[in-house]
C-alpha cells in the first residue's frame, strides 16, 4: 500500500493513469461502435510496432512533434504559452526549401547551412512574438494565432512564385539533394547497398521503404540540452524565475523584458527545427501549398502536456502520440473503425495529465483510509494553499520531477 | 460537554484535517452569550480554520456545534446566517463603486413586484439599523469615498442586516488607526450591551486585554484552554501561545548615528492609475539608525518603497545613495547601490514560491561568479550558501535548501527574504511591513535582525502599517500623510495619541 501512496505522488503516475484511462475510454468507444476493443487495440499495437518499417515510421513522425512538444513545454516553464509553434514551423520549413533549392554546397556545409538557416527563420519569428509582449504587453496567444496565419499564407505564396513553383503540382521545387539528412541516402539505392542490404531484411525494410533520417537524434539532443538549459544554467534559472513570478523576478534586479523575448526566441528556434528537419528528412523534401493548419505545432501542445511540461518527457510523450497516430491508421485498415476513435483516446489521456495535482490527492485519500481504518474519510473539496499536493503539482510543471 | 443555552455557541471536539496535515485536533470552544469572546494563536495555529467551520466555509471532520444549546448542522456560510452568525472578514467584500445602501443589501436585495429592485425601502431598513446601533455612517456615501473604519463598520451593518447575533471579526485591527481601534471596541461593547455575542480573531495582545471579557488559546491546532481577561496578563497570553517565553518589549541599545546615508528630496510618485500618492517628499536616514513611517495605509508609502527600489518612476525629485543618485533607473542600479529591500507582500515580490529555498537565497546574486562555472549555474555552491544561511537564521526545517519555498510557513518565509537581504551586507535597508502576518515569536525575531543591521552600520528605513512597531523599533519616527512627511520625533519624546493624531490628517504640522 505504501508503494502505491508513494508511486502516485510522483509525477509520472498522472501520465501512466491517463495514458490507461485514455485506453479505456477508447475501449468504450469501439465497444459502444461496434468494433471488438481487443482486436481494435492488437492492430494499434500490430499497425504501430509490427514491423521495423512501421517503428522506424513511428520515429520519423515522431520527430517534429518532439521538437515543437520541446519549444512548448520550454516556452511553458518560462511562463509563455507558445501556441505560435505551428507558424514558426512554418516558417523553418519556407526557409530551408528557400535556402535549400537556393544553393549547393557540398552535402555537410549545405546540410549545416539550410539546417541554422530554418532554425533561425523560428527563432526570429519566436522572438518577434516575444518583443512584442515584452515591449507593448500584447499577450502572446494573440500574435501567436496572427502569425500562424501569415506564415501558411505565407508559405503557399512562396510555392506559388516563379522561382520556386514546380510546373503541374502544388509544390516548390525540392531542395538540392546536397541536403538531405536521411541515413546514407545514396548508398542505400546504389547496387552495393541494395546488395548488402538483402541480406539483413529488416535493416532492407527500415531503409529503403522509409525515409529514416538524422532527425530524431538532433530532437533528442535538442530536448536533454533544453532540460539542462532550464534546470542548470543561470539562463534557465532567470527564464524560470520570470516565469515563476515576473514581479519577483523584476525586483531581483532580472531584465524580465530580455528574457521574455529569449524564452520565445529559444521556443521558436525549437519549432524552426522541426521545420528544417522535415523538409532535409522526408519526401517530398519542399513545401506544398496547405489549405489548414498541418498539426504539427498543435500536436506538439498535446505532446508538451502530456509530458506534464517536462522538456525531457517529451521523447517518450513524442513517441506516444505518434505510435497512437500511425498505428491508428492500421485500425482504420483492418477493423473498419474510424480513426476519429484515436482522436478521442488522444484528447481524452490528455485531458487526464491536464490534471496533475489528482494523483496526489488520491495518495492523500488511500493513505487516509488506511490509517483510519473503517473510518470512512470525509470529502476534502477545499485545498488550502499549504498542502503539499499543491507544490508537488507546481513541481511538475516546473520539469525537474519530470521522469524520476 | 454540557450542553447549555447561556452559551452562543459551542463547538465540541473539532477535528479538521487537510490532507494528512491536522489543522485541528479535538479543539472545544464555549462562548458565553452577550460576551466578547478573542480567539488568540499563532499565524497556522488553526484559529481562522475553527472560525471558517463556525461560518459553513469548511466542514469538520469530526465534533458537533450547538447555538444556544442546541446541535446544528453548518454546511453552507447560507446556514450560518440563517443561525444567526455574520462573519467580517480580515479583507473587506464591498463593491467600490457602490454606495453603503447598495453594499449592505447586496445579496438580500429588497424587491418589489417582479423582482425590481425597491432601493427607497432598503435605504429606509439602512438608516434603521445604522441608528439603532448608532453607528456614524452616511448610507448614500460610495465606499471608495469613505475611510477603512467606516467600511468596516458597513461590513458589521452587512452581518446585522441579515440577522445576526454572533458576530465574527477576523483580524479587525489589522487596518485600523488608534482612534479607529477605539471607536471599534466602543462598537463592540455597544454591541454586546444590546445582546449581540462577539467572537474576535486575533494575534494582538493589547487588544484582547482592551476588548475581551474572555480569551481561547490555540497552539498548533490544540485548545490551550479559555482564560478570564480580567485575570490575566500580555505575558501570560504570549507563552501560552508560543509556547514558551517571548519578550513583547523590543530590547535596544541607543542608535549611533552617522551621516546621512539615503537622501530623499522633493520626491513624487505617482501609482499605477497615475494619480500623485508621495508629494514631494523629504527624508533623511543616517547610517546605523532606524527610521520608521507611521502612517496610514495608501499615504503614499508603497509609492515611496517602489520609488527607492526603482520599481515606479519618480516624477520630480531624488534619491541619494552615498551621494549617488538612483532614481528612475532598474532594480538592479538600486541592489548595485547595496539597497536591499524587504517587501511588503513577500509572495508577489520576495520569493517565487515553486523555486527551492536555495533558489530564492540567490535570487539577487545568481549572476555573481561563486554561483556560476561559465553559462552553469553551480547548484552545489548554490546549497552550500543556502546551508549556512539557513543555520544561520534558523530557517525551518533545519537543512531545506532543495525544499520548495511555497511549503514553508509564512514565518520561514520572511526569514528567508531577510537572510538574504541581510546577508547582503546592506548600506541602506528598506523594511517594508517586515512582521505582516507573522506571530510574536517571528515578529521578535525580524526586530533582532533589523537591530543588528542597525548596529552594523546600515541606514534602516522601516514602513509599517503597525504603529506599536513604529514606535517601539525606530529611533526616529517620521509621520506619512497624504503623501508627505508631516512630522518628525525623535524615540520617546511623542506619544501614540500625537501620531495617530498627525496619521489621520489632524494637528499643525
Known amino acids: 500500500m505504501n508503494t502505491l501512496i508513494r508511486f502516485l505522488r510522483k509525477p509520472i503516475a498522472s501520465a501512466i493513469v491517463a495514458v490507461a484511462v485514455g485506453f479505456a475510454v477508447a475501449a468504450v468507444v469501439l465497444a459502444v461502435a461496434g468494433f471488438a476493443p481487443g482486436r481494435s487495440f492488437a492492430a494499434l499495437f500490430q499497425g504501430a510496432l509490427g514491423r521495423p518499417k512501421y517503428i522506424a515510421n513511428v520515429i520519423i513522425k515522431a520527430t517534429p512533434i518532439l521538437l515543437t512538444g520541446v519549444a512548448v513545454a520550454f516556452a511553458y516553464q518560462t511562463g509563455l504559452f507558445n501556441i505560435g509553434a505551428e507558424g514558426q514551423y512554418i516558417a523553418g520549413t519556407i526557409v530551408a526549401t528557400i ?23 523560428g527563432a526570429l519569428l519566436g522572438a518577434f512574438i516575444g518583443f512584442l509582449k515584452a515591449r507593448f504587453g500584447i499577450h502572446e496567444v494573440i500574435t501567436s494565432i496572427m502569425t500562424n496565419w501569415i506564415m501558411l499564407y505565407l508559405c503557399n505564396f512562396i510555392v506559388s512564385t516563379d522561382a520556386f513553383h514546380k510546373t503541374n503540382s502544388t509544390s516548390a521545387i525540392p531542395i538540392n539533394p546536397s541536403g538531405y539528412t536521411m541515413v546514407l541516402p545514396n548508398w542505400k539505392r546504389s547496387e552495393a547497398g541494395i546488395e548488402f542490404l538483402n541480406n539483413i531484411p529488416w535493416l532492407k525494410d527500415v531503409l529503403l521503404k522509409t525515409d529514416l533520417n538524422f532527425g530524431f537524434l538532433i530532437a533528442v539532443a535538442v530536448a536533454i540540452l533544453a532540460g539542462i538549459l532550464l534546470a542548470r544554467t543561470e539562463l534557465g534559472y532567470e527564464l524560470r524565475a520570470v516565469g515563476h513570478n515576473r514581479d519577483a523576478a523584476h525586483f531581483a534586479g532580472i531584465n524580465v523584458e530580455k528574457n521574455i523575448i529569449l524564452a520565445m526566441l529559444i521556443s521558436g528556434t525549437f519549432c524552426g527545427l522541426a521545420g528544417v528537419l522535415n523538409i532535409t528528412g522526408i519526401s517530398p523534401h519542399t513545401i506544398t501549398t496547405i489549405a489548414a493548419m498541418e498539426g504539427y505545432g498543435f500536436n506538439g501542445l498535446s505532446v508538451a502536456f502530456i509530458a506534464g511540461c517536462s522538456t525531457v518527457g517529451c521523447i517518450p510523450a513524442s513517441l506516444l502520440f505518434a505510435g497512437l497516430i500511425y498505428g491508428g491508421m492500421t485500425v482504420q485498415q483492418v477493423m473498419g473503425a474510424p480513426s476519429d476513435i484515436i482522436s478521442i483516446m488522444i484528447g481524452t489521456i490528455v485531458f487526464f495529465t491536464a490534471l496533475p495535482g489528482v494523483m496526489p490527492l488520491l495518495a492523500d485519500v488511500i493513505e487516509r483510509r488506511t490509517a483510519s481504518a473503517g473510518d470512512p474519510p470525509a470529502p476534502h473539496t477545499e485545498v488550502p494553499p499549504e498542502l503539499p499536493a499543491q507544490d508537488r503539482a507546481v513541481r511538475v510543471d516546473n520539469g525537474k520531477g519530470g521522469e524520476e | ?26 479543539v472545544d470552544l464555549n462562548v458565553r452569550k452577550q460576551t466578547v469572546h478573542a480567539i488568540l494563536g ?26 444556544d444549546g442546541e446541535e446544528v448542522g453548518i454546511a453552507t456560510p447560507t446556514d450560518a446566517i440563517r443561525h444567526g452568525i455574520g462573519m ?107 445582546g449581540k455575542t462577539i467572537i474576535i480573531i486575533t494575534h494582538k495582545l493589547k487588544e484582547i486585554l482592551s476588548s475581551a471579557d474572555e480569551c481561547s488559546i490555540i497552539r498548533r491546532g490544540v485548545s490551550m484552554g479559555t482564560v478570564d481577561v480580567s485575570k490575566t496578563t500580555e505575558t501570560e497570553l504570549a507563552s501560552k501561545m508560543v509556547g514558551r517565553n517571548v519578550s513583547l518589549t523590543v530590547e535596544k541599545t541607543p542608535a549611533h548615528p552617522g551621516d546621512v546615508i539615503l537622501s ?81 507582500d513577500r509572495h508577489r515580490w520576495g520569493l517565487v514560491l515553486p523555486f527551492t529555498v536555495g533558489e530564492n537565497l540567490v535570487l539577487e546574486r545568481h549572476g555573481e561568479e561563486r ?45 528567508v527574504i531577510i537572510a538574504r ?38 541606514a534602516v ?33 511623542v506619544d501614540e495619541g500625537q501620531i495617530g493624531l498627525l496619521m489621520a490628517g489632524g494637528g499643525a504640522k
Open chain 2, 461 to 493: 528605513l522601516l514602513v509599517s502599517f503597525e504603529l506599536d512597531e513604529v514606535m517601539d523599533l525606530s529611533d526616529t519616527i517620521a509621520v506619512i500623510y497624504h503623501g508627505k512627511i508631516v512630522g518628525e520625533f525623535a524615540q520617546g519624546t
Open chain 2, 42 to 67: 499563532e499565524n497556522g495555529a488553526g484559529k481562522s480554520t475553527l472560525m471558517n467551520i463556525l461560518y459553513g466555509l469548511y466542514q469538520a471532520d469530526e465534533g458537533a456545534i450547538c447555538l
Open chain 2, 371 to 415: 554561483f556560476g562555472k561559465g553559462l552553469t549555474l553551480d547548484y552545489t555552491q548554490v546549497n552550500a550558501f543556502a546551508h549556512e544561511l539557513i543555520e544561520q537564521f534558523d530557517i525551518r526545517p533545519a537543512g531545506c535548501e532543495e525544499h520548495v519555498a511555497s511549503g514553508l510557513s509564512g514565518g520561514n518565509q520572511q526569514k
Open chain 1, 99 to 121: 535556402v535549400g533549392v537556393t544553393f549547393d554546397f557540398p552535402a555537410p556545409i549545405q546540410i549545416l547551412l539550410v539546417i541554422v538557416s530554418g532554425a533561425l527563420a
Open chain 2, 1 to 26: 460537554m454540557e450542553v447549555s443555552p447561556e452559551y452562543a455557541v459551542q463547538m465540541h471536539g473539532i477535528v479538521k484535517r487537510f490532507g494528512s496535515f491536522t489543522a485541528l485536533d479535538h
Open chain 2, 88 to 194: 467580517v472578514h480580515q479583507h473587506f467584500m464591498l463593491v467600490e463603486n457602490f454606495t453603503v445602501t447598495e453594499n449592505i443589501v447586496l445579496g438580500d436585495e429588497v424587491c418589489g413586484a417582479a423582482g425590481v429592485l425597491d432601493m427607497k425601502r432598503a435605504r429606509e431598513e439602512v438608516v434603521k439599523i445604522v441608528e439603532e446601533y448608532g453607528f456614524e455612517v452616511d448610507p448614500d456615501a460610495k465606499i471608495e469615498d469613505i475611510s477603512v473604519g467606516m467600511q468596516q463598520r458597513v461590513e458589521i451593518l452587512k452581518a446585522l442586516y441579515r440577522g445576526a447575533d454572533t458576530l465574527i471579526l477576523d483580524e479587525p485591527t489589522a487596518v485600523l488607526t488608534p482612534q479607529e481601534i477605539e471607536k471599534l471596541i466602543e462598537i463592540m461593547h455597544d454591541l454586546v450591551g444590546k
Open chain 2, 421 to 458: 537581504e541581510v546577508s547582503a551586507s546592506p548600506r541602506v535597508l528598506v523594511a517594508f511591513q517586515p512582521t505582516r502576518g507573522l506571530d510574536v515569536g517571528a515578529i521578535e525575531f525580524v526586530h533582532k535582525a533589523l537591530l543588528s543591521v542597525r548596529d552594523g552600520g546600515a
Open chain 2, 264 to 344: 530623499i528630496r522633493g520626491l513624487s510618485v505617482k501609482d499605477e492609475r497615475g494619480i500623485e500618492q508621495v508629494r514631494g517628499l523629504d527624508l533623511d536616514v543616517r547610517a546605523g539608525e532606524i527610521v520608521g513611517i507611521a502612517g496610514i495605509d495608501g499615504n503614499g508609502q508603497k509609492e515611496l518603497v517602489s520609488a527607492i527600489c526603482n520599481l515606479a518612476r519618480s516624477e520630480s525629485g531624488t534619491i541619494e545613495v552615498d551621494g549617488r543618485e538612483i532614481q528612475n533607473t532598474n532594480p538592479r542600479t538600486s541592489l548595485d547601490n547595496a539597497v536591499a529591500v524587504i517587501p511588503s
